[in-house]
């Protein structure tokens, strides 16, 4: 016969057994549910970390992209500009060396300065001494004009001009202020050659007086021309008129009614309006016209009767 009481405490040991094996898939479970859980939380967590990570990459890629594009844009231009200023200084070298060469093939095609001044001297005397006789040619033939016809006499010499005009005389600045130019030696802060020994003349001063045939209480005109011969404007500083009436003399600064004249130019500096006087007949009658540039140079000559 079974024992009931054997049988109680068996069964209540199988359902302490079950309880236990209850709790223990009960753990079992939440250990295993609260793993699930925190691996999806962390790979939530994760995986929006790492879509902020690619977000910001592709920001940073595409910032990086218009840089770059901004940069090529202004290496470009910049590029282009140098281009430009490469070619610019390409022909200003060109045309520095076509100067350059045109420079030394007039230096060559010039002999011996000396020679040349000579020359120039020269051909402004017979200029000059043309241009006296032709004036006088044309004084005449009006006189002739004007005049009933006479007789043909036999010839004779040519007359001599009343009015007989110098020739200029070129002060440069270097001799105007008292210093001498010898070759190799300096004079203040310039070096001076050969070719500073003896300056260029750079224009005539001339003396006009008009009619050429005049008497007692005619009416006149003076006037002092500069005629410019050089490549360069001339300024005139002062003129200067000085007269010599036997041995009486006076004179002094005048005005000028121009003070520049261009290259190649020429221009009346000052002119005057009289009558002619005794005093004018007292002879021998000198005017002398002195003529400062503001380079420091001068230049004068005279008119005699």
């Known amino acids: 016969m079974v024992d009931h009481r054997e049988l109680k405490?068996?069964?209540?040991?199988?359902?302490?057994?079950?309880?236990?094996?209850?709790?223990?898939?009960?753990?079992a479970l939440a250990v295993i549910g609260l793993s699930l859980l925190a691996s999806v939380a962390?790979?939530?967590?994760?995986?929006?970390?790492?879509?902020?990570?690619v977000v910001g990459l592709r920001d940073e890629l595409?910032?990086?992209?218009?840089?770059?594009?901004?940069?090529?844009?202004?290496?470009?231009?910049?590029?282009?500009?140098?281009?430009?200023?490469?070619?610019?200084?390409?022909?200003?070298?060109?045309?520095?060396?076509?100067?350059?060469?045109?420079?030394?093939?007039?230096?060559?095609?010039?002999?011996?300065p000396d020679t040349e001044l000579s020359r120039l001297h020269e051909a402004n005397a017979a200029l000059w001494s043309a241009l006296a006789d032709q004036r006088q040619d044309l004084l005449s033939a009006f006189d002739r004009k004007a005049a009933p016809p006479v007789p043909r006499a036999s010839p004779q010499a040519p007359p001599v001009p009343r009015f007989r005009l110098g020739e200029t005389d070129f002060m440069d600045p270097v001799r105007a202020s008292g210093e001498e130019a010898l070759d190799g030696f300096v004079v203040g802060e310039q070096k001076v050659h050969r070719g500073s020994q003896a300056p260029t003349q750079p224009g005539h001063l001339v003396i006009e007086l008009d009619p050429e045939s005049i008497g007692l209480g005619d009416s006149y005109?003076?006037?002092?021309?500069?005629?410019?011969?050089?490549n360069r404007a001339l300024?005139?500083?002062?003129?200067?008129?000085?007269?010599?009436?036997?041995?009486?003399?006076?004179?002094?600064?005048?005005?000028?009614?121009?003070?520049?004249?261009?290259?190649?130019?020429s221009a009346v500096l000052f002119q005057l309006s009289g009558r002619w006087t005794p005093s004018h007949e007292t002879g021998p009658v000198e005017l002398?016209?002195?003529?400062?540039?503001?380079?420091?140079?001068?230049?004068?000559?005279?008119?005699?009767?």
């Open 62 to 112: 595409t910032g990086f992209a218009e840089d770059s594009t901004t940069r090529s844009k202004a290496l470009t231009l910049d590029l282009t500009r140098q281009q430009a200023e490469l070619a610019a200084l390409e022909k200003a070298a060109r045309d520095d060396l076509l100067a350059i060469q045109e420079a030394h093939r007039k230096l060559a095609s010039i002999g011996d």
């Open 235 to 265: 300024s005139a500083g002062s003129l200067r008129l000085d007269w010599s009436f036997g041995d009486r003399k006076t004179g002094g600064p005048v005005p000028l009614d121009v003070s520049r004249v261009d290259a190649n130019g």
């Open 288 to 305: 002398k016209a002195t003529l400062t540039l503001d380079d420091g140079g001068s230049l004068t000559n005279t008119l005699s009767w």
């Open 42 to 53: 962390v790979l939530v967590f994760y995986g929006r970390g790492l879509e902020r990570q």
């Open 221 to 230: 005109e003076l006037a002092v021309r500069l005629v410019n011969r050089s």
């Open 9 to 27: 405490r068996e069964v209540a040991v199988l359902r302490s057994k079950l309880r236990r094996y209850q709790v223990y898939l009960a753990s």
